[in-house]
């Protein structure tokens, strides 16, 4: 079992930036895929990034490709998407979530997921 909480939403100014936090908890967390989805108002909750259990891969959805970057430290327990170059349309409730499955970008591929954390960009 895997639990996740993540942290670090907010309101920025387009062309700012923002640092999400996860904290997976659970015996066997290194052991995933650790991703990111997000979810905007009236629409379908979409792929951002995933990185595999050990760090070597990632994957990342084109509209945030070079802008986002996300990364894992095993030792402080803790997944990151660092997001720069925020322009509104990055407004959504973002989502970590963990997979036990070689990494992939349907909603359907992850087992466990956080409750979510507000980001705002203001134009």
């Known amino acids: 079992q895997v639990q996740l909480v993540e942290s670090g939403g907010g309101l920025v100014q387009a062309g700012g930036s923002l640092r999400l936090f996860c904290a997976p908890s659970g015996r066997t967390w290194g052991s995933y895929s650790m991703g990111w989805f997000r979810q905007a108002p009236g629409k379908e909750r979409e792929f951002v990034a995933v990185?595999?259990?050990?760090?070597?891969?990632?994957m990342y959805a084109d509209s945030v490709k070079g802008r986002f970057t996300i990364s894992r430290d095993g030792a402080k327990n803790t997944v990151y998407l660092q997001m720069n170059t925020l322009n509104p349309e990055d407004t959504a409730v973002y989502y970590c979530?963990?997979?036990?499955?070689?990494?992939?970008?349907?909603?359907?591929?992850?087992?466990?997921w956080g409750q979510g954390t507000q980001v705002t960009v203001s134009s």
């Open positions: 979530t963990a997979s036990n499955t070689p990494i992939g970008r349907a909603v359907a591929d992850y087992k466990f």
């Open positions: 990185i595999d259990w050990n760090g070597s891969k990632t």
